[in-house]
């Protein structure tokens, strides 16, 4: 399985300002992924990143708001912009290999509060 | 669309109880299903998962699934619950026609364990 590492591992963040997240990985994957966890919630995905082009969003997710980005096969970023409290959650990144089929591994969390 | 159920939101057990936390799915074709675990402050560890093939799987710290089809099912099970099991456990299904990798997951179940 992959390691995964996030940074920050949590943040407080005032009301309109932007937070970058980083997701590092040891070793190459195909995909990797961006979900968020709402206080008491279950996980929601928010984009798959993909490396060397725009990610792909899901319903409810614009790039404005959470850009990403994916330099290479073993990095990623996700920015929360203009954030206001409803942004307060837990970000996490996944990967996996080249198949549907592939389990996904999770990185350990960023947990988010703003104010 | 594809959806997980877990109609449990919160079960408690007594320490060396047997646990059944259930899941329900709905996806046109053959799923890809997995459980995961959440400690309170960690990231989501894959517990087991079902690709194909035989119906019961066994996962890692004792933890098995049973694949019903024909009840779109996908419960979790242990025989003997140990107190360090107490977590937020989540189902999911594999998501998309193509190798997309995407999840879809249950709000989750909360385990708690008494003495």
């Known amino acids: 399985s992959a390691v995964i590492s996030q940074k920050p591992s949590r943040d407080i963040c005032q009301r309109g300002t932007s937070l970058t997240i980083q997701c590092q990985v040891d070793s190459q994957v195909t995909m990797m992924f961006w979900y968020r966890q709402q206080p008491g919630q279950s996980l929601t995905l928010i984009a798959t990143a993909n490396q060397g082009s725009e990610a792909t969003y899901e319903s409810g997710f614009v790039i404005d708001k959470f850009p990403i980005s994916r330099p290479n096969l073993t990095f990623s970023t996700l920015t929360v912009s203009n954030m206001s409290p409803e942004d307060s959650s837990i970000y996490l990144c996944s990967v996996a290999g080249t198949s549907g089929r592939d389990t996904q591994y999770f990185g350990p969390g960023t947990r988010l509060t703003v104010l | ?115």
């Open chain 2, 1 to 115: 669309a594809q959806s997980v159920t877990q109609p449990d939101i919160h079960i408690t057990v007594s320490e060396g109880a047997s646990l059944e936390l259930r899941c329900n799915y709905s996806y046109g074709a053959t799923p890809y299903l997995f459980w995961y675990v959440q400690s309170p402050g960690q990231g989501l560890q894959l517990l087991l998962k079902y690709f194909s093939g035989d119906t019961l799987v066994q996962g890692i710290k004792g933890f098995e699934a049973e694949f019903k089809r024909s009840q779109s099912s996908f419960n979790l099970r242990k025989p003997s619950v140990h107190w360090s099991d107490a977590a937020e456990y989540f189902c999911a299904v594999g998501a998309g026609s193509s190798n997309t990798g995407k999840l879809i997951f249950g709000q989750g179940t909360t385990l708690q364990v008494k003495p």
